[in-house]
């Protein structure tokens, strides 16, 4: 079936630094790739999303970037801070649609100050 | 505008009762997904409720099951309740295909003991 694989499981920055989650997806009909962001104990956010007729989108301090080519997406996050730390999930639309998602099992970030 | 609520946000139960659980959209979303998170196997897709007609169904078992209201708020049940059913079981709502993401509710913690 279907799946989304995300590399790393975790990651640890110091404050300041970059960060970058990278995602891979096996659906070639795939058109919608959003990035979810949890706290602990809280429930998933939407940060950042990108549709398959963009190569890249940001916004602000995040930015995510799109090879359909080679089905992978990635997560930038530049000059991390403290509140960036949390798991971080990203996902792909299946069979095309915009209503159903597959995630990616999530990668930690802790941001270091 | 109201967020997508889910009640109730804490729930215990014993192996082989059965339980249902209720989100109630973002006013004018008329799709509801539900996922079931666990620290080991991340987000996983349950069901997608469309305008009160089921349209997309993970690889989750026939004690797994949900609704949808004329209203869009929409209700899972989990029948024969097993251990492993211990979650986080979170609904989301979208405008479904409008370029919308997903919102996710605060969820809905079940205990089975």
């Known amino acids: 079936g279907e799946n989304v694989e995300q590399h790393p499981s975790t990651l640890s920055v110091q404050e300041g630094d970059s960060a970058v989650i990278k995602c891979t997806y096996s659906?070639?009909?795939?058109?919608?790739f959003p990035w979810y962001k949890q706290e602990l104990g809280k429930r998933p956010q939407l940060i950042i999303d990108?549709?398959?007729?963009?190569g890249e989108k940001k916004d602000q301090r995040i930015a995510v970037t799109l090879n359909k080519t080679a089905k992978h997406f990635s997560l930038h996050i530049t000059e991390t801070q403290p509140e960036d730390s949390a798991v971080y999930f990203c996902?792909?639309?299946?069979?095309?649609?915009?209503?159903?998602?597959?995630f990616g099992k999530g990668t930690k970030l802790s941001v270091k100050p | 505008k109201a967020g997508v609520t889910q009640t109730p946000r804490y729930l215990i139960k014993t192996r082989g009762q059965q339980v249902t659980l209720s989100c109630s959209p973002i006013?004018?979303?008329?799709?509801v997904s539900w996922y079931q998170q666990t620290p080991g196997q991340g987000l996983q897709f349950l069901f997608e409720y469309f305008s009160e007609t089921q349209r997309n169904k993970g690889n989750f078992p026939g004690r797994f099951s949900g609704r949808q209201f004329s209203n869009s708020r929409s209700e899972m049940n989990v029948s024969t309740l097993e251990l492993g059913d211990s979650a986080l079981y979170l609904c989301?709502?979208?405008?479904?295909?409008?370029?919308?993401?997903?919102?996710f509710g605060s969820g809905t913690r079940l205990t089975v003991v």
């Open positions: 659906d070639s009909a795939s058109n919608y």
């Open positions: 990108i549709r398959s007729n963009v």
């Open positions: 006013s004018g979303h008329r799709s």
């Open positions: 996902a792909a639309s299946i069979g095309g649609s915009q209503g159903n998602l597959i």
């Open positions: 989301a709502s979208s405008l479904a295909g409008r370029g919308d993401g997903y919102t």
